[in-house]
């Protein structure tokens, strides 16, 4: 599919529903010249499971998946793979603390998924997280192989403000230097987690074998970065 024309969203998919349910399927080979090359949601929640988010592209944010800081998005055991960008080549999700789920969790969850071999023209060549508030979880995640241009910040992941918690998940290798990279004042909390390269990311080096008090091993210029295959 391809979606054309002026602030237009969800080259395959766009969903404007108080809740959406994506579950065991393939999203694949869409355009837009807006956002969400793969699929947008504006407002509501949206649950993806058990699926595929791949060769997607859009001429703006997020191409595998945009969402607005109205919507809520829950992603677990799914793949968002070699999907383009302008920024946020995989996901770029907008997320807005002070629009609550009904039950106070968490606005992005990601969970068991995989987000690799991604690229974008500006930040986040595999997510870009804007206003994240401490609104985005990830976990038991795999963050690998995406990439970005020099014009951007965030070979893995970029936060515009805020703080991201990730656990027992792996961010390394995506290309250039620094995996995890946002604006001053955002803070990346992480626990039982591999991050390959720390520049810009204000993380301390733990290298291998001297994990730190949380359990993580962080690579970066001092002792090196750390290839998540050893």
Do not use: C, W
Not at 13 to 33: C, D, M, Q, V, Y
Not at 99 to 118: H, R
Not at 123 to 151: F, P, W, Y
Not at 167 to 181: C, E, K, P
Request: proline fraction near 2%; charge should be negative.
């Amino acid at each position: 599919n391809a979606v054309t024309g002026l602030n237009v969203f969800g080259g395959g998919i766009k969903s404007l529903g108080l809740r959406t349910t994506i579950n065991a399927s393939r999203i694949s080979g869409n355009t837009t010249s807006g956002s969400g090359g793969g699929l947008a949601v504006l407002f509501g929640t949206a649950k993806i499971v058990d699926s595929v988010l791949s060769e997607n592209h859009a001429e703006l944010d997020g191409g595998g998946l945009y969402s607005s800081r109205y919507a809520n998005v829950d992603m677990k055991r799914t793949t968002v793979f070699r999907n383009q960008a302008v920024s946020g080549g995989g996901l770029s999700l907008h997320v807005d603390y002070r629009f609550l789920n009904p039950d106070n969790s968490n606005f992005v969850k990601l969970e068991a998924t995989t987000i690799s071999g991604n690229g974008a023209l500006g930040n986040g060549g595999g997510i870009e997280l804007k206003n994240s508030g401490d609104a985005v979880v990830i976990s038991h995640s795999t963050i690998t192989n995406n990439v970005r241009s020099s014009l951007g910040a965030g070979h893995g992941i970029f936060v515009s403000e805020g703080a991201v918690q990730i656990n027992q998940s792996i961010v390394a290798n995506n290309s250039f230097r620094g995996d995890l990279a946002g604006v001053i004042g955002v803070v990346f909390v992480t626990s039982h987690s591999l991050i390959g390269d720390n520049t810009g990311s204000g993380l301390t080096e733990a290298p291998v074998g001297a994990p730190d008090r949380d359990g993580n091993l962080i690579g970066g210029p001092v002792h090196g970065v750390i290839d998540p295959l050893l």
